[in-house]
């Protein structure tokens, strides 16, 4: 898939100048949209959590045109993330959400280009990351056990 690298990289960049909004509307959205998640985050620290969060899009943005470096990261993250107990259906309610906060963030700023993009970005991105994971059919199915 091609990406929009310019698109994501200036829409980032505005961002970045409004990182406490977008990452304060990304979980109190999440939360309230999908209550389901909630008990994913019991024990995390969430202030701590949004810098890592918006750490790894930083990441992501600044190695569009690395691809190699790209994978080796997000592979790691999403194998990560299984032991977070976060299912495949977990990440379109994240990425639903990521895309909501950034319109609700940027306001007048954000445009239908914008929004393509990351749509984009992220089903990429959610690629690479279920890429390097496996999930035993009793996480993905407790009640057939
Ligand atoms: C684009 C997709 C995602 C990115 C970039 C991302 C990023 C991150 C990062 C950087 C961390 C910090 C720990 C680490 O590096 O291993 C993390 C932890 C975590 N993420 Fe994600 N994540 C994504 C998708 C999701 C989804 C779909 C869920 C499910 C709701 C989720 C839930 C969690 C949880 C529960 C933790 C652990 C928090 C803790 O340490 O207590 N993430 N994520």
Redesign the pocket.
Known sequence: MTLNIELLETSFAQLQAQKAEFTNSFYST?FAD?PQ?KP??K???MDE?AQ??F???IL?VNNLKKSDVLTNA?E??GT??VK????PE??P???GT?IKSMATTLKDKWTPEYEQAWVDA?GA??EI?LAGTEYSPTILNPESV
Do not use: E, P, W
């Open positions: 999440l999908y998640v994913l985050f024990s995390t620290d959590q890592k969060l750490a790894s899009l992501v997000l790691g993250l990560r993330h977070y107990r976060v299912l977990h990440y309610l994240v990425g990521l992220y991105i959610t990351m």
